[in-house]
Nanobody, 124 residues
Framework: QVQLVESGGGLVQPGGSLRLSCVAS????????MGWFRQSPGKERQFVAT????????YYTNSVRGRFTISRDNAKKALYLQMNSLKPEDTAVYYC?????????????????WGQGTQVTVSS
C-alpha cells in the first residue's frame, strides 16, 4: 500500500507563491508518473499538472501554464508544485496523485493513489 501526504498549502495574497510537497510512503516499485489535481467547492476535481518518472515530460492545464512548475525527487519519493503569481481562482484543495506506471496522465481515473489534499487559499 502506498500513502501520499501533501503539505505546503495555506493562505497567500494574490501574486504570491506557495510550494506544495507530496511525499510517498509505503512500498513503491518501478517507475511511475505523478500529478497534481485541484478541487473547488461545488466543482469536480480537475487536472493541474503531471510529470513522468524521469521528470523530462511535464504537462499543465492552460490556466496554470507559465505560473506553476511541477517537479519531483525520486530519491525522496517526493513531488512538488511551485505555484507563482497566484490568483484567487487558484483557490482549491490540491491533491497529489500517483500511478503504478510511467507516462503522462491527465485523467483522474489514470491515478491509483491519492493524498488527502491540502488547502490553498488565495485572497487579500
Amino acid at each position: 500500500q502506498v500513502q501520499l501526504v501533501e503539505s505546503g498549502g495555506g493562505l497567500v495574497q494574490p501574486g504570491g507563491s506557495l510550494r506544495l510537497s507530496c511525499v510517498a510512503s509505503g512500498r513503491t516499485f518501478g517507475s511511475y508518473a505523478m500529478g497534481w489535481f485541484r478541487q473547488s467547492p461545488g466543482k469536480e476535481r480537475q487536472f493541474v499538472a503531471t510529470i513522468n518518472w524521469a521528470g523530462g515530460s511535464t504537462y499543465y492545464t492552460n490556466s496554470v501554464r507559465g505560473r506553476f512548475t511541477i517537479s519531483r525527487d525520486n530519491a525522496k519519493k517526493a513531488l512538488y508544485l511551485q505555484m507563482n503569481s497566484l490568483k484567487p481562482e487558484d483557490t482549491a484543495v490540491y491533491y497529489c496523485a500517483a500511478t503504478t506506471r510511467d507516462g503522462a496522465y491527465i485523467a483522474r481515473s489514470s491515478y491509483d493513489y491519492w493524498g488527502q489534499g491540502t488547502q490553498v487559499t488565495v485572497s487579500s
